[in-house]
């Protein structure tokens, strides 16, 4: 009887426990993952705003971009993580304090590591009226997870070198440690007749290192990385560089310091970027994308445009460039992030 | 209010006065019987009869009228053998003793020379009739709340005439006192805006009873009621009951999430131990279901599945214990313990679509007392009655961000505890440390995750920045005496003294640092301070032939030694008379009443806080450590008649004066500042009606009618006393004393409750065993007249006509309790279905002030849409998280302009505004299943 009994509860409960309860309502998931026009190339920003300077995370799933906050009345810089295969922002890394509120804060040249750890330039402009030089600036660290923690590895400007460095660019990770990056010197030239108008003249220096764990405080030269433009990891070992006034890439091996010109082009290239055995570069409007194994040159043109910081995938089966329209008078809009695929 | 010298030389008046009066009045957990024996054949008084009561532990020896009283019998069902030598003894079985009550017995024995066993009768007495009784109580004993379709002793309560919710003939919240086995319980530092903290289940249940007029001078702290609950006390032998409802089974509209498990036993421990525990657990998927319409854009979640809000859940876990342990013949101990803890997710509409940084709260309230019980022996000439108890009340409180979202058990009961972001910090009070940013808060944002996604009205990414954090505790030693002096009268004395901690912190805008300017970020508000209360009473009641007459005398004090403001304040003191006369005239009860009653106010009135809202009274208001006792002062008359055997009826009606009551008064001329004050009066009428047809044969009933009329100058503290006058030519002009209807001015209600049980005979059978043949039914019907609301202009900033002069829409209900016998191989059960809101009623329990209905005006939509447009025009692109392709409506990868970006604002708006919590709950089912063992 006794067995009975509990048998008789305990099926009981296992029936009633059984059926689930309504669960309430859920928000639907807006988020796209493909771009709004499929193709290749395949637009994948359509705002009003700057959209530059991507960047891979080292998993290949996303990539993280500037981006101009249109909307937001202190013109932000935020960073944006978009997937690889484009569609909807996925996080945006911006400051939202209301302290906040009426300064211009930039966020630039990301570069996450293998590790996670997160480097990238802040600047601002406190007030946002009339202001051409940013009144802070720094190379940060942080970590991807948590990329508004910052510690401030090398505030700008700062003098080395010989040089005032203004600004650094193109920063690349070849190793947990190792963070290289170009330094700039910045100029404004007046732009019109009573300089009501500046343009910001950006001078490539040279290749710089930076050790994270020594407390970021120690900068070293990449010795004969002289007037360096752009920059581009190729290993734990290996950058990849231009510099200004010449026609090759160079490519560095920083434990020898062995340079040698990998591919040279008909003109200057800039903005260089390799994946594997794939090295993309910008050589006047249009994109190039080289074969270093094969040696192909295959150049990518898109009418009436200006591309600009092309960064390859991590797989190097995408691209991601600025694509910049030019209008009657040459003069180029804000750019748009765009996707190529490659085998 | 009144103002003694100290409480020593109070107390000594007090004693004198009442000592010339010889006379009782019964523990509020106990009542007593009293009567008369007489020998059935001569009908002559019996002198020296003896009278037990259950067995022997008490009981009284009959004078020489044959008169005899019982005095602290426990509330309950007793056993009562009267006995002489040379007559055979007669048993009352099943005696009914309700707390507060005399129940009046009259024995007859039969003179026989041999010894026969008891002649054992089952006897129930007249309640209603007994002018003793000048208390208007309202009861419900345990076992009537398991065969009705209520759950909580609130709501049990709440089934008697003259109460809105917790509000009671018309007052505020938190104008009364609760008594658990005759110690009283209240949570002193926001009983008019939180809850007790502690959740008595029902199970652990003698009674529950609502005392609304004169009450007994012992008992302090309330102005419109005492609620009384008396527990049980452990059987002789060991039996338990353990359930389990819910409304799983049901289809998705009518299941709301809820399971409820509720494990009883109780048993002898030996040596006269007894031992009664329960658990009460249960959680609730929507712990605040509404009955509001759904919306009807197809975009809106909502709309397809209106039934469950998300971030509603709620659990709470209740265990109480008590062991009886008898001491000695005449002295018994009792130990009660009671833990209830409870947290929920609240909805917030700004948050309907990141429900992840909606608020949460967290309820934790323990009671913990020990009650010494001394009675006289049966043989007592001199009978004396002593009760000393010792309680122990923490109740803590904290509504915040949750750091973890524990996962669940069963449904939505995870039997873990909620955490807070910096629950730490508001336990220490550091209101230094909080003058910054507090560490985990950010700014909340526009939403992306909306339908819409347009950046308007609702909230994301982070909180709204609240921390709200409270802890009161109290230890209570309260003595009651009682002395005889003689079968008819009664003298009782005693008192309590309360130490009491009182701790609070909030923080509004917390991702914020404190601002110079108060008004944007007001300074963290914090206090700790150890308020003491003292009461001491004498009262007594007489009875000559069949007139009543009770008076009592109470004097109360408290000081609530706060050095907020930097200075001590000295004690507040009140002296309450009560008086009440009751006879019998041609078979009815008439009874008369005064009294004077005094509470201390709420101490959150007296200790600063911030308040984000600055369409009430500013978002920074200062304490006022020097208010005094909020007092009334009630006449009442009742008739009560008993046409049948099986029916009565009970005519009340009152006249209540309120004084002093806690209003926010202008301070300085800063319209967004106040200050609390004494300031506020009122006055209550009016009538109860209650008929009643006891539950016997099959069927009873019980219909409660109450029309009434509150008034007052302000209807709550926060609300800014509304002091004004109107000349000739309609302008305001200076302060006046003008009252209007208070919040809870439900001017009529009708309760309705019917039992019914069908014979076992009755009806066809299945397999020799009856169908419908012991099924059970109790429905309840209410019917309420709407509670008055005041009108604002479309800015809410100013009231259109006077204040509540307009009325929300009367309400309805209908509940329904079907129960059904079970046997389950041997075990005895039964099976049941709780049915709340049986029709489904929408009930419209708030509407907007602007409009006078639940949702906004169309034009007011429009405005809400029009100005969050121009706030964010700019355009929408493809990659942003707020595009929506269907809105897009030419493709281009860009929501922009008025024509595409102004249709997802209006529908943000509705869909922000549309009404949910101005509804009632929605018809509710419990399918239950119990055993007993």
Redesign the interface.
């Known amino acids: ?1 006794r067995i ?2 509990c048998l ?2 305990s099926t ?2 296992t029936t ?2 059984a ?10 998931d ?3 993952t493909t771009p ?2 499929p193709g290749n190339p395949a ?6 705003g700057t959209d530059s300077r991507p960047s891979w995370l080292p998993d290949g799933s996303a990539f993280l971009y500037t981006q101009e906050q ?2 937001r009345s202190d013109d932000d810089r935020c960073l ?1 993580v ?1 997937p690889k295969t ?4 996925i996080r945006t890394i911006c400051t ?3 302290a906040a509120g009426d300064t211009l804060n930039n966020f630039e040249s990301p570069a996450v590591s293998t590790t996670g750890q997160m480097a990238y330039v802040r600047t601002s402009v406190l007030a946002n009226v009339n202001r051409v030089t940013p009144d802070y600036g720094a190379l940060v660290l942080a970590t991807y997870t948590a990329p508004l923690s910052t510690t401030v590895l090398e505030p700008l400007s700062y003098f080395a070198f010989g040089h005032s460095v203004d600004m650094v660019a193109d920063l690349a990770w070849v190793s947990p440690s190792a963070l290289l990056f170009v330094a700039e010197q910045l100029s404004y030239p007046c732009a019109n007749l009573g300089c009501t108008r500046v343009d910001t003249v950006v001078t490539g220096l040279d290749v710089e290192r930076i050790d994270v764990t020594s407390g970021g405080t120690v900068i070293t030269l990449v010795t004969g990385t002289g007037q360096a433009t752009s920059l581009a990891a190729g290993g734990p070992d290996t950058i990849y560089y231009t510099v200004a006034g010449d026609a090759g890439v160079h490519r560095r091996l920083l434990t020898t310091s062995a340079d040698t010109v990998v591919f040279t082009f008909g003109a200057v290239p800039t903005d260089v970027t390799v994946a594997g055995n794939l090295m993309a570069v910008v050589v006047g409007s249009d994109l190039h994308v080289v074969n270093l194994q094969s040696g192909t040159d295959t150049p990518i043109t898109m009418a009436f445009t200006h591309l600009h910081h092309p960064a390859l995938s991590p797989d190097r089966h995408l691209l991601v460039a600025e694509v910049a329209a030019i209008d009657s008078v040459g003069a180029e809009a804000p750019p748009d992030l765009w996707l190529w695929s490659f085998p | 209010m009144n103002r003694g010298r100290g409480i020593t030389q109070c107390g000594l008046a007090l004693l004198l006065l009442t000592g010339a009066w010889s006379g009782r009045v019964a523990a509020q957990s106990t009542g007593a019987i009293d009567g008369r024996v007489t020998d059935e054949a001569t009908k002559h008084p019996l002198k020296s009869a003896l009278i037990w009561v259950d067995g022997g532990r008490q009981g009284a020896t009959a004078d020489s009228d044959g008169a005899f009283r019982v005095r602290d019998v426990r509330s309950g069902w007793h056993r009562v053998r009267a006995a002489r030598i040379g007559y055979r003894p007669v048993i009352l079985d099943s005696v009914l003793v309700r707390s507060g009550e005399t129940v009046h017995l009259e024995f007859a024995l039969a003179p026989q020379a041999l010894t026969l066993d008891s002649i054992v009768v089952v006897g129930e007495v007249d309640r209603v009739l007994d002018p003793l009784a000048t208390a208007d109580i309202q009861r419900i004993t345990g076992a009537e709340i398991r065969r009705l379709p209520v759950t909580t002793v609130q709501e049990a309560v709440a089934l008697s005439a003259g109460t809105v919710g917790e509000s009671y003939r018309g007052g505020r919240i938190g104008e009364s006192a609760f008594i658990l086995d005759g110690l009283g319980v209240k949570n002193q530092l926001d009983a008019s805006t939180n809850t007790l903290g502690i959740q008595v289940p029902t199970e652990i249940l003698t009674e529950a009873s609502l005392v609304t007029n004169a009450f007994s001078a012992r008992y302090g702290q309330a102005l419109s009621g005492i609620v009384n609950v008396v527990t049980r006390d452990a059987g002789d032998r060991w039996s338990g009951r353990v359930a389990y409802e819910g409304d799983r089974p049901l289809p998705a509209a009518d299941d709301h999430g809820l399971d409820r498990a509720v494990f009883t036993a109780d048993g002898p421990l030996g040596r006269g131990i007894g031992f009664v525990g329960v658990l009460n657990a249960q959680g609730q998927v929507d712990g605040d279901p509404v009955n509001a319409p759904a919306p009807t854009d197809p975009h809106d979640p909502r709309t397809a599945e209106p039934w469950v809000l998300p971030h509603d859940g709620a659990e709470r876990l209740d265990a109480a214990g008590k062991l009886t342990i008898p001491v000695s013949t005449q002295n018994t101990l009792r130990l009660f313990g009671l833990r209830s803890a409870a947290q929920q997710y609240l909805f917030d509409p700004a948050y309907k679509y990141d429900e992840t940084f909606a608020p949460a709260t967290r309820t934790v309230g323990s009671l913990y007392s020990a009650h010494l019980q001394h009675v006289s022996s049966p043989e007592a000439r001199h009978p004396f009655g002593a009760d000393l108890r010792v309680g122990y009340f923490d109740q803590e409180f904290i509504r915040g961000v949750p750091t973890n979202q524990p996962g669940t058990l069963v449904g939505a009961f995870s039997g873990q505890t909620l955490h807070f972001l910096d629950e730490g910090l508001a336990r220490a009070k550091d209101t230094t440390a909080a003058m910054g940013a507090l560490p985990g808060y950010q700014a909340p944002q526009l939403s992306s995750n909306t339908p819409w996604g347009v950046p308007g009205f609702f909230l994301g990414g982070a909180s709204r920045g609240d921390l709200d954090w409270n802890r009161f505790r109290e230890l209570r030693l309260q003595g009651d005496f009682t002395v005889a002096g003689g079968p008819t009268t009664d003298f009782n004395f005693g008192g309590e003294l309360e130490q009491q901690h009182v701790e609070t912190f909030q923080r509004i805008l917390a991702y914020l640092p404190v601002s110079s300017l108060k008004d944007t970020v007001p300074p963290p508000a914090a206090s700790d301070f150890h308020p003491q209360s003292a009461a001491l009473y004498g009262e007594t009641q007489m009875r000559i032939e069949d007139i009543a007459l009770t008076f009592g005398l109470r004097y109360d004090q408290f000081n609530p030694r706060s050095a907020t403001l930097g200075r001590r304040f000295s004690p507040q003191r009140s002296i309450s008379p009560r008086f009440a006369m009751s006879t019998v005239l041609h078979g009815a009860t008439f009874v008369a009443s005064w009294g004077h009653f005094a509470e201390a106010p709420d101490f959150q009135y007296l200790v600063n806080s911030a308040f984000d809202d600055t369409t009430r009274t500013g978002r920074f208001r200062q304490g006022n450590p020097d208010l005094g006792f909020e007092t009334a002062t009630q006449y009442e008359f009742s008739v009560r008649i008993r046409p049948t055997d099986q029916t009565s009826v009970r005519i009340n009606g009152y006249v209540k004066r309120l004084d002093g009551l806690v209003a926010s008064v202008p301070l300085s001329v800063n319209p967004d500042s106040s200050i609390f004050g004494n300031t506020d009066y009122g006055t209550v009428k009016g009538a109860e009606l209650i008929l009643e047809r006891e539950l016997r044969g099959w069927w009873g009933a019980r219909v409660s009618y109450t029309l009434q009329d509150a008034e007052a100058t302000s209807s709550n503290p926060f609300v800014l006393l509304n002091q004004f006058t109107i000349d000739s030519l309609g302008d305001t002009i200076r302060p006046a004393r003008v009252q209007f209807p208070l919040d809870y001015d439900r001017r009529q209600s009708l309760t309705v409750v019917l039992q019914a049980r069908v014979p076992d005979s009755l009806g066809p059978r299945l397999a020799g065993s009856p169908i419908l043949g012991g099924l059970e039914m109790a429905l309840i019907g209410r019917y309420n007249s709407g509670l008055p609301y005041s009108k604002t202009n479309l800015a809410g900033d100013t009231i259109i006509g006077l204040p509540n002069s307009n009325r929300l829409p009367s309400q309805t209900q209908v509940d329904m309790l079907l129960r059904r016998s079970i046997s389950v191989f041997g075990w005895r059960g039964g099976v049941y279905l709780d049915v709340r809101n049986l029709l489904n009623a929408v009930n419209i329990e708030a509407v907007r002030r602007d409009v006078g209905t639940p949702g906004p005006s169309s034009g007011e939509i429009n405005a809400m849409a029009t100005a969050a447009y121009n706030a964010n025009p700019q355009p929408i692109p493809y990659e942003s998280p707020r595009y929506r392709a269907w809105a897009d409506l030419n493709h281009d990868g860009v929501i922009s302009g008025q024509a595409e970006l102004m249709p997802l604002y209006l529908a943000a708006a509705r869909d922000f505004t549309q009404p949910i919590f101005q509804y009632g709950p929605p018809r509710l089912f419990r399918i239950g299943i119990e055993f007993e063992f």
């Open positions: 009887m009975l009994r008789t509860v009981l409960a009633i426990l059926c689930d309860h309504t669960a309430p309502f859920t928000t639907a807006y988020a796209s709004l026009v637009r994948l920003t359509y705002d009003t249109i909307g944006a978009m484009g569609g909807t922002i939202n304090t209301d």
